[in-house]
C-alpha cells in the first residue's frame, strides 16, 4: 500500500511541476474568458459613425415620426453618459424618472423609454442617433426616377450614406419602402428603420379607424412565458441557451481532463517501456501498482486542473453577474463521481495504448477514437437537449465508454431519474472492474514486448495468461 | 541461512513460436559471485526476468532466498538492466530516493544511504542535475547506485561494466568484491570473459535457452583444462588454423590461444612449430572461460 503511495506522489507532481501545467492551468480560463468578452469589448470599441439619409417621404408624416425618435434617442444617449458619470445612486434615480418623465412629454407610453434602453445596446442607440436625415421634397410634375437618380449619384460619390424612398401607397396597398446603400446588409440599421417605419404606418392606420394607438398596443401586449425547471428543493429559472452551453461546457472539462492527463499516462508508459524503467520498477512493486499508481497520480493532477478551471469559471461567472447560470450543489457532486468514474473507466483504455503501442505516433489513432467516444453527446446534443429522456438517451446512456459524458450532459440540462443515475454508476463500476483486470494482463506482457505491434490475437491471448 | 540464493528447476518459457528458455535449471550458491554467460539471444535476460517475476514461466520453479518470490522479498533484490532504466527528466536525487522509496526505505533512511553512495561513486556533485545532462558513464554508476543503495541480499547485474572507462570498472569491481565480503550474493550477465574469470566463483553458460555447462569456474576450467597451449610468436602464424592436432584455435597476429584434441601431444607440436616460427613463450594452460564459451557454444550450434 505504501509503494503504490510512492508512484502516485511522483506521477501526480511529475505533471502538476511541468510549466506546461501551469500554462494549461492559468491560460485555459484566460482564453476561455477572453473568447466570451471578445466579442463584446470590440463592440463597445466600435466606432459610431454619423450617417447622413436622404428621405423621399411621398406620404409626409412617416420622416416626422422618425426624426422624432432620433431626438428621443439621442436624448437618452445624453441622459445615459450623465448617468455612468454619475455614479451617486440617487443622481441615477432622478435621471431615470426623468428620461421617464421627458419620454412621456414626447409622446412615448410610460416606461417605454426604460424599457427600450434594456432591450438594446448601448452601441444600436448611439447610432441610431447619430443618424441625419434629409428630407429630399418631390415637387408636383418633377420626375421621381431622376431625383432618385441624382440621389443614388450622390451615395456613389460619397455625399450622403443611403436613400430611403417610403412610397405613397405603403399604408393602403403595403408598397415597400427602399433602401439604397453601398451596404445594404447594414442589419441594425435596416431592422431598426424598418421597426420605426412599420410602427408608425400601424400607428397611422389605427388612428384612421378612429381608435388609439397607444391604448392598442398596451392591449395587444403579448404575453410573456417564463420557464422554470422544477429541482430537488425548488424551481430555478430555466433557460435553453444556458443549460445547453452549462451541459457542454461540463462535458468539454471531462474531456478536456481525461485528455490533457490520459496523454500523459499513455506516454509515461511509452516513455518506460522504451528506456526499460520498467524492468526496474517491476523488480520493485507489482504491474497493479505500478498501474494503479499512475491512474490516481495522473486522475488526481487532472482533477486539480479541472479544479482550478472550475473555481476561475464559477469566479468568472461571479464576477460578470451570472449569465442566468445556476449550477446546483448536487449537480458538482454528481459531476465529481462522473468525472472520477469516467476518468478511471478512460485511464485504463490509455494504459492499454500505452502497454500495447511501441511510440506515440502509434498511440495518437487511438486516441482519436476514444475523443470521439466522449464527444458522442456533443454530437447528439441538439436531440438530447430537446428530449434529454428519450430511449435514445437512455440507451446510449447505458453504453459505458459514453456513460459518464452522456451522464454528465444530461444531468446538467435536467433531472435524471434517480434509477438511472444509480444504473449508470453500477455499470460504470462494473465496467471499471472487468477493465483493470483485463489491463492488468495486458500490462503485464505488453509492457515488456518490444518492438513489434501485437496482433489483436495476440492480445486476446495476453488476457488469458494467468 | 538458506544454502542457495536462487534456486531454477526444469524452467521453460517461450513467446509465441520462439523457445527463449527450455528446461533450466541452475543454483545459485548463496553469498558467491555467479557469472551468467551466453551469446546473444541465449535467454539470458528472459532467465532474469523471471528470476525476478517480471515475467512467468510456462513451466518449472524458481526459489529465491529459498521461497517463491513474494513482494517483501522484492526490496531484499537488487537489479540493473542491461540497458538504461532511468527517467531522463528526473535530477539524480529525486530518482534515487524514487527507487528507494519502491523499495520500501524510509525517506530518512534513503537519504542518507544516497550520501554515502554518492561520495563512494564520485558522483555527489552532480546529484542536483537531470539524468539526460549526465554522460552515459555517469548515468551507470547512478543506475548502479540504484541497485545497491537499499542494501539488498541479491545483485543482479547485467553488464554492468558498459560504458565506463577503466578506472571506474576498477572502482565499481571494487564496490562488487566489497558487497561480496559482506556476504551478499551476485549474479553477473556479461561478455566481458575476462571479467568473469577475476570475479565468478561460479559460471554457468547456456546456448538457445538451454544449460551448456555450470559450476565453479575452477572445476570447469580443470576439466576442460592441460589442454590448451597459449603461443607467442614471430612471423607468420595462418598454417596453425589448418593443424590437424588441433580442436580450435583463437589467433591473433603474435599470439594464439589453442584447444588440442584429446589424443594430440603438445610436445609434438611444439617440434613442429619451432621449425616454422620464431616461438618466444609456449605455455600449457587450463584454458580461459573465453575460449571454453566459443568452444561450447561452437559445439551445441552445430
New interface residues.
Given amino acids: 500500500m505504501?509503494?503504490i503511495w510512492?508512484?502516485i506522489k511522483?506521477e501526480y507532481l511529475n505533471i502538476v511541476k511541468k510549466k506546461s501545467f501551469l500554462v494549461s492551468a492559468i491560460l485555459t480560463p484566460i482564453l476561455m474568458v477572453g473568447l466570451i468578452l471578445l466579442p463584446s469589448f470590440l463592440a463597445g470599441v466600435a466606432l459610431i459613425k454619423e450617417r447622413e439619409i436622404a428621405v423621399i417621404d411621398e406620404t409626409g408624416y412617416v420622416l416626422p415620426a422618425l426624426e422624432a425618435k432620433r431626438t428621443m434617442f439621442e436624448y437618452i444617449v445624453k441622459e445615459m453618459k450623465n448617468m455612468e458619470e454619475n455614479q451617486d445612486p440617487t443622481a441615477q434615480e432622478q435621471i431615470q424618472k426623468q428620461i421617464e418623465k421627458e419620454a412621456k412629454e414626447k409622446g412615448l407610453p410610460g416606461g417605454q423609454a426604460l424599457k427600450l434602453m434594456e432591450e438594446m445596446s448601448k452601441k444600436v442607440y448611439q447610432s441610431f442617433a447619430a443618424i441625419h436625415f434629409e428630407e429630399i421634397k418631390v415637387e408636383n410634375g418633377q420626375d421621381l426616377k431622376k431625383i432618385k437618380e441624382n440621389q443614388l449619384d450622390r451615395i456613389r460619390t460619397k455625399k450622403i450614406d443611403v436613400l430611403l424612398i417610403i412610397p405613397k401607397g405603403v399604408e393602403t396597398n403595403n408598397d415597400a419602402v427602399s433602401y439604397f446603400s453601398t451596404s445594404s446588409s447594414n442589419f441594425d440599421e435596416t431592422s431598426l428603420l424598418r421597426e420605426f417605419i412599420s410602427e408608425t404606418i400601424v400607428d397611422k392606420r389605427i388612428a384612421d379607424e378612429g381608435m388609439n394607438a397607444v391604448k392598442i398596443k398596451q392591449m395587444t401586449q403579448p404575453v410573456l412565458l417564463n420557464t422554470n425547471d422544477v429541482t430537488k428543493t425548488g424551481t430555478k429559472k430555466g433557460s435553453f441557451l444556458v443549460t445547453y452551453f452549462v451541459g457542454i461546457t461540463f462535458v468539454m472539462l471531462l474531456f478536456m481532463a481525461v485528455i490533457q492527463t490520459g496523454q500523459h499516462l499513455f506516454r509515461g508508459v511509452i516513455?518506460e517501456k522504451s528506456?526499460?524503467?520498467?524492468?526496474?520498477?517491476?523488480?520493485?512493486?507489482?504491474p497493479k501498482q505500478l498501474m494503479g499508481g499512475k491512474i490516481i497520480g495522473l486522475g488526481g493532477a487532472g482533477l486539480t486542473l479541472v479544479a482550478i478551471w472550475s473555481i476561475a469559471g464559477l469566479l468568472g461567472l461571479k464576477l460578470s453577474g451570472g449569465f442566468g447560470v445556476t449550477i446546483a450543489p448536487i449537480t458538482i457532486l454528481y459531476f465529481i463521481i462522473f468525472f472520477v468514474l469516467g476518468y478511471l473507466l478512460y485511464s485504463t483504455f490509455m494504459a492499454i495504448i500505452g502497454a500495447i503501442m511501441n511510440s506515440e505516433q502509434e498511440a495518437q489513432q487511438f486516441i482519436s477514437i476514444i475523443s470521439m467516444a466522449l464527444m458522442v453527446p456533443l454530437f447528439v446534443a441538439m436531440i438530447i437537449v430537446k428530449h434529454p429522456d428519450s430511449i435514445i438517451a437512455t440507451i446510449l446512456t447505458m453504453i459505458p465508454p459514453f456513460t459518464p459524458s452522456m451522464m454528465v450532459f444530461r444531468l446538467s440540462i435536467t433531472a435524471v431519474p434517480m434509477v438511472e443515475i444509480i444504473a449508470s454508476i453500477v455499470v460504470l463500476i462494473i465496467s471499471i472492474w472487468i477493465m483493470i483486470i483485463a489491463t492488468t494482463k495486458i500490462f503485464?506482457?505488453g509492457i515488456?514486448m518490444y518492438g513489434k505491434k501485437p496482433s489483436v490475437k495476440?492480445i486476446v491471448k495476453w488476457m488469458k495468461?494467468? | 541461512m538458506v544454502e542457495n540464493a536462487i534456486k531454477i528447476e526444469g524452467v521453460a518459457k517461450h513467446f509465441?513460436k520462439t523457445v527463449a528458455v527450455k528446461e533450466l535449471s541452475m543454483a545459485v550458491p548463496a553469498g558467491s559471485i555467479y557469472g551468467l554467460l551466453g551469446p546473444n539471444g541465449a535467454g539470458k535476460t528472459t532467465t532474469i526476468?523471471m528470476m525476478?517475476n517480471?515475467?512467468?514461466p510456462d513451466q518449472g520453479q524458481i526459489e529465491l532466498f529459498g521461497r517463491k518470490l513474494t513482494?517483501e522479498d522484492?526490496?531484499r533484490?537488487g537489479?540493473l538492466?542491461?540497458?538504461?532504466?532511468?527517467?531522463?527528466k528526473m535530477t539524480v536525487d529525486e530518482t534515487l530516493l524514487?527507487?528507494a522509496?519502491?523499495?520500501?526505505i524510509q525517506t530518512k533512511l534513503a537519504k542518507k544511504a544516497i550520501d554515502y553512495w554518492l561520495d563512494k561513486v564520485n558522483i555527489i556533485e552532480h546529484r542536483q542535475k537531470k539524468i539526460n545532462e549526465l554522460s552515459k558513464g555517469m548515468q551507470q554508476k547512478i543506475q548502479f547506485v540504484?541497485t545497491v543503495q537499499h542494501n539488498p541480499d541479491l545483485l543482479?547485474l547485467d553488464e554492468p561494466f558498459s560504458g565506463l572507462d577503466p578506472i571506474n570498472v576498477k572502482l565499481i569491481k571494487d564496490i562488487i568484491l566489497e558487497l561480496n565480503s559482506d556476504g551478499k550474493t551476485i549474479i553477473f550477465s556479461t561478455h566481458q570473459m575476462e571479467q568473469v574469470e577475476k570475479l565468478c566463483e561460479y559460471i554457468c553458460l547456456i546456448n538457445k535457452g538451454k544449460k551448456i555447462i555450470d559450476g565453479k569456474q575452477t572445476k570447469i576450467r580443470s576439466e576442460y583444462g592441460r589442454n590448451t597451449v597459449l603461443l607467442e610468436f614471430d612471423g607468420d602464424g595462418s598454417f596453425l588454423k589448418d593443424e590437424k592436432g588441433i580442436a580450435d584455435i583463437n589467433l591473433f597476429p603474435r599470439q594464439a590461444e589453442i584447444s588440442l584434441r584429446r589424443e594430440t601431444s603438445a610436445p609434438e607440436l611444439l617440434k613442429n612449430w619451432v621449425k616454422k616460427l620464431d616461438i618466444t613463450k609456449f605455455e600449457v594452460l587450463e584454458p580461459s572461460v573465453e575460449s571454453i564459451f566459443i568452444r561450447l557454444v561452437g559445439e551445441s550450434n552445430e
Avoid: H, M, Q, T
Fill in positions: 505504501n509503494k510512492v508512484i511522483r516513455e528506456n526499460r524503467i520498467i524492468e526496474v520498477l517491476l523488480s520493485s512493486i507489482k503485464r506482457v515488456l495476440e495468461y494467468k | 509465441d526476468r525476478l517480471i515475467i512467468y513482494e522484492k526490496s533484490i537489479y538492466p542491461e540497458e538504461r532504466g532511468l527517467y531522463p524514487y527507487f522509496r519502491l523499495k520500501g540504484a543482479i
